[in-house]
C-alpha cells in the first residue's frame, strides 16, 4: 500500500513539473511574439553557447581560456541586453522560468546531494504524512479529544455479571481516561509504561 501510494505521488509530481514547464514555454512564446528582439537575444545566447562548445572540443588547450575569456565577455553583454529589455517592459526576473509548486525538488519530489545522490523532498514527506495522518482517523482530532469526552454515556451501575467488573462502566472509562492523561503527560519518559487496547473487532 505504502509503495502505491508513493508511486501515485509521483505521478502527481511528474504532472505537475510537466504543467509548470510547459506554461513556462508558453510564456515564453508569449512574450518574443510581443517583444521580438528578446528572442533574438536568445538565439544569439545559444548561438554562442554551442559555438564556444565546439571550439573548445576542436581547438588546442593553449586556446582554451582566450575564449572562455571571450564567451564570458559577450554571455555578459547579451544578458544585460537581456536584463535592459525586461526592465523596460517591467517583467519579472523568474518569468520565463517553470513557476514550480516546490522551488526545492522542482517538483521531482526528491533533491540531489552534493556526492549525487538523492533524497526525498520535505513537500513529499509531508504529502506521505498527511496521507498516513488521514487514513489513521486522526483528523477528527478537534472534535474528537478529551475536552468533547463525555462519561455520562456510561452507566454508573455496576454490573459484575455482564461486565466482569466490581466498578460501573462509568468508573471504569474515567480509570481509562485518567491512565490516558498520565501517559500523555509522561510520555517524553523513557521509564513509562506502553498502553495497550484490545478488544473485540469493530471497537473504537
Known sequence: MANETL????????????????????????????????QGIEDKI???SISVTKHILTSPESNAGDTLKNFNHTMDALKAQKEQIFKKFD?????????????????????KRADY???????????LLNIS???????????????????NFFSDQADPAKY??????????????????????NFDDPSAKNLLFTGNTGLR
Do not use: W
Request: hydrophobic share 30%; charged share 30%.
Open 46 to 48: 545559444n548561438s554562442v
Open 133 to 151: 495522518f488521514n487514513k489513521s482517523n486522526m483528523s477528527a482530532l478537534s472534535k474528537e479529544n478529551f475536552n468533547n469526552f463525555n462519561a
Open 7 to 38: 508511486s501515485t505521488l509521483l505521478k502527481q509530481y511528474e504532472q505537475k513539473k510537466s504543467r509548470a514547464e510547459i506554461a513556462a514555454d508558453e510564456r515564453k512564446m508569449d512574450l518574443y511574439k510581443k517583444v521580438p528582439e528578446l
Open 117 to 127: 545522490t538523492s533524497e526525498m523532498c520535505n513537500c513529499l514527506k509531508q504529502k
Open 164 to 185: 466482569r467488573f466490581n466498578i460501573s462502566p462509568r468508573e471504569n472509562i474515567m480509570n481509562i481516561k485518567n491512565r490516558c492523561l498520565e501517559f500523555i503527560e
Open 91 to 111: 517583467i519579472p526576473a523568474d518569468y520565463l522560468e517553470p513557476h514550480y509548486e516546490c522551488p526545492i525538488c522542482k517538483d521531482t519530489g526528491f533533491i
